[in-house]
């Protein structure tokens, strides 16, 4: 598999966000991923203490030029996550933009970090930048339902209304939405949430079939940082290998999170010993140690073909 | 295996040097990998076009700093590689003292870079050669646990030539007297036995007995030449020494087998590809002799051992 990833995201130094997220993981897949690191901390900000430099506009597009002059500004994927920056984000849709004139198959695998459960983690200037420039380039996008929402103004409170945002998200440009995570209610249960895919495809006729898909996965009691960024890297890696098959890319994708997360929360509690709650560093995904998970996931969710 | 690397080394967008050479490789064999990346440029500077920026020493210790206010500057190695900047190379060498209070058995894996008789242009050689060779020397090397010089660098941080494997066995015992328990003379210009189209590669190991007495355990290794310039090969191979002496601590000879082997599978799955992408009587391009790193996950893991060394 001859596939290049160009990842534009966080380092830290310790722990697994952003970049140091997403890389490991994909090439453990066999993808070939140049990275480009926005930022450069100790660690992510939920720990007592974080430092570190971020990268400029300029900056980004002095590393981008280097790629160009070489001639090897060839990419299948482009992949983003979060960012702070107006300046930064539209210098990633140019870089975007530019990178699909010179192949027009690229697909942008987008994750529209703007905040959850009702208020925004980002600066708000962001918001417009995302809705108007960054969604419209964008491939698959991988919103919670509080981005969902923001991004079409409508509100999300039955599965109809869900599909409903998908649709208005696909109108904005992606032919492949995946809401993460949402407050519907399960049918399994309180200890499950419900996730939902869309994914439009133009049949060889030339007429339009939309695929969609609910998966409930078991709700786990800890606060995880990375796991969105670990989400849309395999989301990336099996909608590659299942191009036409969400179901099944999503239950790979969901199936490996959980992997991931239950050798955490294990480790994090053994670690922190009885009746004590696991710290930052404590919670760090057990990243290496899934290996085999990452490659080979079993499948543990399923996912329903809905209407 | 729980066992926490910390890695200081170049960023490159594309490509594998420093800690893309390192840390996949690392990764895939179970270490936990924290890296703080010295630059970040485009591609390695061996491409007709290079652009970036570097950290500085400042910005080094603001992130390490960071690591020890949540008291997690915890770590079993250190890797380091190529440096430009004595500044940053000293301010690296403070960290590692820090470091080793905080964990006296914490084993410092050091690649001095200063060069190479088959240099990329003269500049680079007289740079470190004058500029970073009194710090290797004085401060970096006696911290310095496993050392892997090349012929010139282990020639410069001795001031002695070697000419014959008798010389390359009293350089690693001056070596050894400096600091690092473990050296490998990666290369050298040594006459291979079988022939030209081989080169010699020498380690030589300290250890302490249970009864308190010294031992040495001196190995040789025959390694086919491949006719390429390779780049971020060194950077995997202190990698990989660092993870198969961890792997095989008191046996210097089959860490550097599965070492040297590794760096072999790697190496040629990349020449091949490199020659196929570049087509028939073309030299490759930088950018296409870029190591061959995700395809070789399985010889990473588990090397089958080509290149056998010899206990002199």
Same mark, same amino acid.
């Given at each position: 598999?001859?596939?290049?990833?160009?990842?534009?995201?966080?380092?830290?130094?310790?722990?697994?966000?952003?970049?140091?997220?997403?890389?490991?993981?994909?090439?453990?897949?066999? %993808?070939?991923?140049?990275?480009?690191?926005?930022?450069?901390?100790?660690?992510?900000?939920?720990?007592?203490? @974080?430092?570190?430099?971020?990268?400029?506009?300029?900056?980004?597009?002095?590393l981008?030029?280097?790629?160009?002059?070489?001639n090897?500004?060839h990419?299948?994927?482009?992949?983003? *996550?979060?960012?702070?920056?107006?300046?930064?984000?539209?210098?990633?849709v140019?870089?975007?933009?530019?990178?699909?004139?010179?192949?027009p198959?690229?697909?942008?695998?987008?994750?529209?970090?703007?905040?959850?459960?009702g208020?925004?983690?980002?600066p708000?200037?962001?918001?417009?930048?995302?809705?108007?420039?960054?969604?419209?380039?964008?491939?698959?996008?991988?919103?919670n339902?509080?981005?969902?929402?923001?991004?079409?103004?409508?509100?999300?409170?039955?599965?109809?209304?869900?599909?409903?945002?998908?649709?208005l998200?696909?109108?904005?440009?992606?032919?492949?939405?995946?809401?993460?995570?949402?407050?519907?209610?399960?049918?399994?249960?309180?200890? %499950?949430?419900?996730?939902?895919g869309?994914?439009?495809?133009?049949?060889?006729?030339?007429?339009?079939?939309?695929?969609?898909?609910?998966?409930?996965?078991?709700?786990v009691?800890?606060?995880?940082?990375?796991?969105?960024?670990?989400?849309?890297?395999?989301?990336?890696? @099996?909608?590659?290998?299942?191009?036409?098959?969400?179901?099944?890319?999503?239950?790979?994708?969901?199936?490996?999170?959980?992997?991931?997360?239950?050798r955490?929360?294990?480790?994090a509690?053994?670690?922190?010993?009885? *009746?004590?709650?696991?710290s930052?560093?404590?919670?760090?995904?057990?990243?290496?140690?899934?290996?085999?998970?990452?490659?080979?996931?079993?499948?543990?969710?399923?996912?329903?073909?809905?209407? | 295996?729980?066992?926490?690397?910390?890695?200081?080394?170049?960023?490159?967008?594309?490509?594998?040097?420093?800690?893309k050479?390192?840390?996949?490789?690392?990764?895939?064999?179970?270490?936990?990998?924290?890296?703080?990346?010295?630059?970040?440029?485009?591609?390695?500077?061996?491409?007709?076009?290079?652009?970036?920026?570097?950290?500085?020493?400042e910005?080094? &210790?603001?992130?390490?700093?960071?690591?020890?206010?949540?008291?997690?500057?915890?770590?079993?190695?250190?890797?380091?590689?190529?440096?430009r900047?004595?500044?940053?190379?000293?301010?690296?060498?403070?960290?590692?003292?820090?470091?080793?209070?905080?964990? /006296?058995?914490?084993?410092?894996?050091c690649?001095?870079?200063m060069?190479?008789?088959?240099i990329?242009?003269?500049?680079?050689?007289?740079?470190?050669?004058?500029?970073?060779?009194?710090?290797?020397?004085?401060?970096?090397? /006696?911290l310095?646990?496993?050392?892997?010089? &090349?012929?010139?660098?282990?020639?410069l941080?001795?001031?002695?030539?070697?000419?014959?494997?008798?010389d390359?066995?009293?350089?690693?015992?001056?070596?050894?007297?400096?600091?690092?328990?473990?050296?490998?003379l990666t290369?050298?210009?040594?006459?291979?036995?079988?022939?030209?189209k081989?080169?010699?590669?020498l380690?030589?190991?300290?250890?302490?007995?249970?009864?308190?007495?010294?031992?040495?355990?001196?190995?040789?290794?025959?390694?086919?030449?491949?006719?390429?310039?390779?780049?971020?090969?060194? +950077?995997?191979?202190a990698?990989?020494?660092?993870?198969?002496?961890?792997?095989?601590?008191?046996?210097l000879?089959?860490?550097?087998?599965?070492?040297?082997?590794?760096?072999?599978?790697?190496?040629?799955?990349?020449?091949?590809?490199?020659?196929?992408?570049?087509?028939?009587?073309?030299?490759?391009?930088?950018?296409?002799?870029?190591?061959?790193?995700?395809?070789s996950?399985? +010889?990473?893991?588990?090397?089958?051992?080509?290149?056998?060394?010899k206990?002199?």
């Amino acid at each position: 598999m001859e596939c290049r990833v160009l990842s534009i995201q966080s380092h830290v130094v310790r722990g697994y966000v952003g970049n140091k997220s997403a890389s490991f993981p994909l090439q453990v897949l066999g %993808f070939e991923v140049d990275s480009i690191n926005s930022v450069q901390f100790s660690n992510h900000t939920g720990y007592s203490h @974080w430092k570190g430099q971020v990268l400029t506009a300029d900056e980004l597009h002095v590393l981008y030029e280097g790629i160009k002059l070489n001639n090897v500004h060839h990419y299948d994927y482009v992949l983003t *996550g979060y960012t702070r920056d107006t300046s930064f984000l539209e210098m990633v849709v140019d870089i975007v933009q530019e990178l699909k004139r010179a192949n027009p198959n690229l697909v942008y695998v987008c994750d529209p970090v703007l905040g959850d459960h009702g208020s925004m983690y980002v600066p708000q200037n962001l918001y417009p930048v995302y809705k108007n420039k960054v969604v419209p380039v964008a491939d698959i996008i991988t919103p919670n339902q509080f981005e969902a929402e923001l991004l079409t103004g409508k509100t999300i409170s039955t599965e109809k209304d869900a599909v409903e945002v998908m649709d208005l998200l696909h109108a904005m440009g992606p032919d492949t939405v995946v809401i993460t995570s949402s407050d519907l209610p399960p049918r399994l249960g309180d200890r %499950f949430l419900v996730s939902l895919g869309s994914q439009r495809h133009v049949r060889p006729d030339g007429s339009r079939t939309t695929q969609r898909v609910r998966i409930e996965v078991p709700k786990v009691d800890a606060v995880f940082v990375g796991t969105g960024d670990l989400f849309a890297a395999m989301l990336l890696a @099996w909608t590659h290998h299942y191009p036409n098959d969400l179901k099944t890319a999503c239950e790979k994708t969901f199936s490996v999170m959980h992997h991931v997360i239950q050798r955490t929360i294990s480790y994090a509690h053994d670690l922190a010993g009885p *009746g004590r709650r696991p710290s930052p560093p404590q919670l760090e995904l057990r990243m290496v140690q899934s290996k085999a998970d990452i490659e080979d996931p079993a499948i543990v969710t399923e996912a329903t073909v809905i209407s | 295996m729980e066992c926490r690397v910390l890695s200081i080394q170049s960023h490159v967008v594309r490509g594998y040097v420093g800690n893309k050479s390192a840390l996949f490789p690392l990764q895939v064999l179970g270490f936990e990998v924290d890296s703080i990346n010295s630059v970040q440029f485009s591609n390695h500077t061996g491409y007709a076009h290079w652009k970036g920026q570097v950290l500085t020493a400042e910005e080094l &210790n603001v992130l390490y700093e960071g690591i020890k206010l949540n008291k997690v500057n915890h770590y079993d190695y250190i890797l380091t590689g190529y440096s430009r900047d004595t500044s940053f190379l000293e301010m690296v060498v403070d960290i590692i003292q820090e470091l080793k209070k905080a964990n /006296p058995s914490l084993v410092y894996v050091c690649d001095p870079v200063m060069g190479d008789h088959v240099i990329y242009n003269n500049c680079f050689l007289f740079l470190h050669e004058k500029i970073l060779l009194p710090v290797y020397r004085d401060k970096v090397v /006696p911290l310095a646990d496993i050392l892997t010089p &090349n012929q010139f660098e282990a020639e410069l941080l001795t001031g002695r030539k070697i000419n014959t494997q008798e010389d390359a066995i009293e350089v690693m015992d001056l070596l050894h007297k400096m600091g690092p328990e473990t050296v490998v003379l990666t290369s050298t210009d040594l006459l291979s036995k079988h022939g030209d189209k081989f080169l010699v590669a020498l380690g030589s190991q300290k250890l302490t007995k249970p009864d308190g007495t010294n031992s040495n355990q001196k190995i040789c290794m025959d390694i086919p030449k491949v006719d390429a310039v390779f780049v971020g090969t060194g +950077d995997l191979f202190a990698a990989m020494l660092l993870a198969w002496t961890h792997l095989h601590p008191k046996d210097l000879k089959t860490a550097c087998e599965k070492t040297v082997s590794v760096m072999h599978h790697v190496i040629h799955r990349t020449i091949t590809y490199a020659n196929d992408v570049a087509g028939p009587g073309k030299r490759p391009s930088p950018a296409q002799l870029e190591l061959r790193m995700v395809q070789s996950k399985a +010889d990473i893991e588990n090397p089958s051992v080509v290149v056998e060394a010899k206990v002199l």
